[in-house]
């Protein structure tokens, strides 16, 4: 008779491969012997395993200190991290129905499981303790025997159990755990909605999402333009099952609640207080300074498209009189570019053929960070299109980390593109290193049948700043997982993805990897220097656009409530069950609100609208898109010291590598970056760089 356990090991004949060690080239997950039926089973199992490593810290005779409490801590759940590295890469880039059936079953036990662990008083009193002897100790200025690093993650683990909930009251935690478990299904809903927007889209266009720029650039025909703009624009907000705005509504409600339970008094300020901006005034205040140049900026861009479309309708190809609409500026600004730098994305794509562009990331690492990338020939992967590299020193060959790409769009894959973990880099309890392994995803332009992949200008820039991602993840030198990799703030976290699109179009760089596809011929040497006096052109535009998505993310999320009182400006007709004198808010008035406030021009729209705005709802960025504009002061000013010193420096890449790359959140981020640049950052880097100052 079977017992419970081999069942869980076994169905029939097939064994669970989570079970095992996997017996593949440097533990890439064995992807086609893992079945759909394996992931629950190991999801529990996993949990299980946790739970008694947990219950072995909190009943540890020994006085809790950070080896058998912090660390043991960090080094615990290995198997549920193990499945979780494949199960939520794989719901990402090849969700079939049946895959995102298993994780609408699992998030609920993983957030049940999270809220376990925070909420655990037991667990909490020797983190505490811990917490408080270091504290003390470094208030007297005695030395407390931990490294940063540790002093680093104890402060992290000390601030996750607080920030949970754990100070609670037995109410208060039973309502953080409600809130956590519906706010998991919500935004993993959210996803799979959008997921089935993209998908319509694509259906009734005949191109991806992804595709949807570079096509509204180069397409002719105004009507087409409009459709496409209105569909593409209202993503989520058409009616049906797959509308957004009832689930992100109910998302943010849920998160004002949780903000509430913690002592803020909005969600922005709950999120920020761990980040460098620390609160939502500042960011409000940063944005602010960008934003207005840029809104200028895109102004005078107008004009220029507008005398574009004026010499189309003295021609006849469009009524006398015809202003830019939204779905008219990518068209102009093609056309505006061709003029003023006789440069379009015809002449560029056949020197940007997928493979060369990879290899001229590639080189452009090795070369600044003494890298050896070669393919992992044979390895295991769960689609025909993901390629598998090793990533090791070149110095000494010892191994950092193996990465793996996945560039091209389908259906089970959703939009965008990232970097995310399979393996975190650590060490183990026994002193045994381990390191990451990677991916990189886009949707980029596919290969067609007479063509090779051929990407355009901004898919370029895509690949280098994801790889920049790839390079924090993969060259990684700490201890504990809580502490390596990206596992730092998130408004730090862009720094090293958004630096690395500083060398894409670089004439050295260039003269690498731009090949014409047909002839081999290097990209002639005119045609570098249209793409680079091309560089701030538009960036009115889209810095605005940039802009206004991190400000309607901040303005969502500074809301203590999304119930307005009757007759506001922004109600809905939707009663409030509580409260007859309250409604819903109305999510349309409250964004021309927020566009009018900031002043945004008609003619363009955020990057995100709320109802696909994934990043805030399904990715982790909710009040963190402005991540990416406050990264970018700190990536411009940091290669304006590569610029003086010269974009290869040694020194100042080795300093990088070091400072930035290595190090993880083993220091506080200012620290880190400080210590690279050797002063504070120059907030004017950034308006400099894109022409708007």
Known sequence: MMTMAAAVLFTGCHRNPFFAEWDTPYGIPPFGKIENSDYLPAIQKGIEQQNEEIEAIVSCAETPDF?????????????????????????????????????????????????????????????????????????????????????????????????????????????????????????????????????????????????????????????????????????????????????????????????????????????????????????????????????????????????????????????????????????????????????????????????????????????????????????????????????????????????????????????????????????????????????????????????????TIDEVGTMFHEFGHALHGLLTKCHYRGVSGTSVARDFVELPSQINENWAFQPEVLATYALHYQTGEVIPQALVQKIVAAGTFNQGFMTTELAAASILDMKWHELESVWVKAGSLYASDKVCPDDESLRLIDIEKFERKVCADMGLIWEIIPRYRTSYFNHIFNSGYSAGYYSYLWAEVLDKDAFELFREKGIFDPETAASFKHNILEAGASEEPMVLYERFRGAAPDPGALLRARGLK
Request: contains cysteine; negative net charge; aromatic residues 8%.
């Open 67 to 455: 080896e058998n409490t912090i660390a043991a801590l960090d080094r615990s759940g290995a198997l549920l991290s193990k499945v979780e590295g494949v199960l939520f890469n794989l719901s990402e880039t090849d969700g079939t129905p049946e895959l995102l059936g298993i994780v609408d079953q699992v998030i609920p036990l993983i957030s049940e499981h999270s809220s376990n662990i925070y909420l655990n008083a037991k667990l909490f009193e020797r983190v505490q303790k811990v917490y408080a002897d270091a504290s003390v100790a470094a208030e007297q200025g005695e030395p407390n025997g931990l490294s940063r690093e540790q002093m680093m993650l104890l402060e992290k683990t000390w601030r996750a159990f607080v920030q949970n909930g754990v100070a609670l009251d037995s109410l208060g935690q039973d309502k953080m755990r409600k809130i956590n478990s519906e706010l998991a299904s919500l935004e993993q809903a959210f996803g799979t909605k959008l997921l089935a927007e993209n998908n319509a889209f694509a259906s009734e266009f005949g191109i991806s999402v992804s595709a949807y720029a570079p096509t509204m650039g180069s397409c002719e025909d105004r009507a087409l333009r409009e459709r496409m703009f209105k569909a593409y624009s209202t993503r989520g907000a058409n009616g049906g099952e797959n509308d957004t705005r009832e689930t992100l509504l109910r998302i943010l409600e849920l998160r004002q609640q949780k903000a509430r339970l913690l002592g803020y008094d909005t969600p922005a300020n709950c999120i920020l207080a761990d980040k460098m901006a620390r609160d939502s005034k500042t960011v409000d205040e940063f944005l602010q300074t960008i934003v207005t140049p840029a809104v200028a900026k895109a102004k005078e861009e107008l004009k220029d498209l507008q005398k574009a479309m004026d010499k189309d309708a003295a021609a006849g190809l469009l009524p006398v009189g015809s202003t830019i609409q939204p779905w008219d500026w990518a068209y102009y600004t093609e056309k505006v570019r061709k003029e003023k730098f006789d440069l379009d994305e015809e002449q560029t794509r056949p020197y940007f053929k997928m493979e060369n562009v990879r290899a001229g990331v590639f080189s452009t690492a090795s070369r600044l960070y003494g890298l050896n990338i070669e393919p992992v020939e044979g390895a295991p992967v769960y689609h025909p299109d993901v390629e598998v590299f090793k990533v090791s020193d070149a110095a000494d060959g010892s191994l950092l980390g193996i990465l793996t790409t996945d560039y091209y769009p389908r259906s089970t894959k959703r939009g965008g593109a990232w970097m995310n973990n399979v393996r975190e880099q650590y060490v183990d309890a026994d002193g045994t290193e381990v390191r990451p392994i990677i991916v990189n995803v886009g949707n980029f332009t596919k290969p067609a049948a007479d063509n090779p992949s051929l990407l």
